[in-house]
T-cell receptor, first 118, second 112 residues
Framework: DTGVSQNPRHKITKRGQNVTFRCDPI?????LYWYRQTLGQGPEFLTY????????KSRLLSDRFSAERPKGSFSTLEIQRTEQGDSAMYLC????????????????FGAGSRLTVL | AQTVTQSQPEMSVQEAETVTLSCTYD???????LFWYKQPPSRQMILVIR??????QNATENRFSVNFQKAAKSFSLKISDSQLGDAAMYFC?????????FGKGTRLSVIA
């Protein structure tokens, strides 16, 4: 297992276009998270899944954003009608839901997908 | 809502010296997790160290250690024998039942 994989790594698009990002988590992890990070800021939570169920969505996730995790494996984050304010790094992370013990509650991050909206 | 505050936007340290990064947080919970993550330039975020709030003993990982003051809601990171590879953004993060809440980060420079 090579960790959390995100594609594409970079995406440049014109305002109004739709974009989709894919995240492949660590295979035995049952939780998957999406965060957004703008320059000089800490990551901001967008949404997360436990298996295929989307359990929580941030208020940051407007109706132009949609995320799916079919079959509880990989996840996609789609942004419709992109705006310049959507330009950011989109980070995916996964974790194994466990109360205690080694690895409990530790999120492993992917390298991110950088979006530039012109 | 839980908040995490890192009051030092930038810090610098001489190679081989020790530096401490500050973090405070706000929560009404008694059982939670605290983390320090490192994000090197243009590279992915990696876990540096983790602290479980129910444990009184401060966590250590090689050259990295924390000073966890639960009553003061303080969670500082000490890096000993700083190396050039330690240069990065460092994020403090809090978690209980909700996903990780991050601070705004501290940019650490290491001077040769």
């Amino acid at each position: 297992d090579t960790g959390v994989s995100q594609n594409p790594r970079h995406k440049i698009t014109k305002r109004g276009q739709n974009v989709t990002f894919r995240c492949d988590p660590i295979s035995e992890h049952n939780r998957l998270y999406w965060y957004r990070q703008t320059l000089g800021q800490g990551p901001e939570f967008l949404t997360y899944f436990q298996n295929e169920a989307q359990l929580e969505k941030s208020r940051l996730l407007s109706d132009r954003f949609s995320a799916e995790r079919p079959k509880g494996s990989f996840s996609t984050l789609e942004i419709q009608r992109t705006e310049q304010g959507d330009s950011a790094m989109y980070l995916c992370a996964s974790s194994l839901d466990r109360d205690r013990g080694i690895g409990a509650n530790v999120l492993t991050f992917g390298a991110g997908s950088r979006l530039t909206v012109l | 809502a839980q908040t995490v505050t890192q009051s030092q936007p930038e810090m610098s340290v001489q190679e081989a010296e020790t530096v401490t990064l500050s973090c405070t947080y706000d929560t009404s919970e008694s059982d939670y997790y605290l983390f320090w993550y490192k994000q090197p330039p243009s590279r992915q975020m990696i876990l540096v160290i983790r602290q479980e709030a129910y444990k009184q003993q401060n966590a250590t990982e090689n050259r990295f250690s924390v000073n966890f003051q639960k009553a003061a809601k303080s969670f500082s990171l000490k890096i000993s024998d700083s190396q050039l590879g330690d240069a990065a953004m460092y994020f403090c993060a809090y978690r209980r039942d909700t996903p990780l809440v991050f601070g705004k980060g501290t940019r650490l420079s290491v001077i040769a």
